[in-house]
Nanobody, 121 residues
Framework: QLQASGGGLVQAGGSLRLSCAAS????????MSWFRQAPGKEREFVAA????????QYADSVKGRFTISRDNAKYTVYLQMNSLKPEDTAVYYC????????????????WGQGTQVTVSS
């Protein structure tokens, strides 16, 4: 099971930090990732991190603004989002699976419930 939290409403240029806590069989996965989905758009990859070595990957649209990190002791992954833009507005989902840093939603077996991020201009 994955429990996501931390979304909210923020002005452009502001920051938010999302959290995703893993439990049950999800703690034995390889990669934890964040995806987002805006209204009328497909779900898109945002960032990924591997549990063991902390290898990361980012979508080009968030590089330099977002940082993904993990706390292995707490089985929790964080997404620090800085310099937020209105186009970052979406429902953000955490996902986990056995694939190594995949950007495809189909590679992830477990999904959190989603948390809304709204960035006003």
């Amino acid at each position: 099971q994955l429990q996501a939290s931390g979304g909210g409403l923020v002005q452009a240029g502001g920051s938010l930090r999302l959290s995703c806590a893993a439990s049950g069989r999800t703690v034995s996965s390889v990669t934890m990732s964040w995806f987002r989905q805006a209204p009328g758009k497909e779900r898109e990859f945002v960032a990924a991190i591997t549990w063991r070595l902390g290898v990361t990957q980012y979508a080009d649209s968030v590089k330099g603004r977002f940082t993904i990190s993990r706390d292995n002791a707490k089985y929790t992954v964080y997404l620090q989002m800085n310099s937020l833009k209105p186009e970052d507005t979406a429902v953000y989902y955490c996902a986990t699976g056995m694939a190594y840093v995949s950007t495809s939603p189909s590679a992830y077996a477990y999904w959190g419930q989603g948390t809304q991020v709204t960035v006003s201009s």
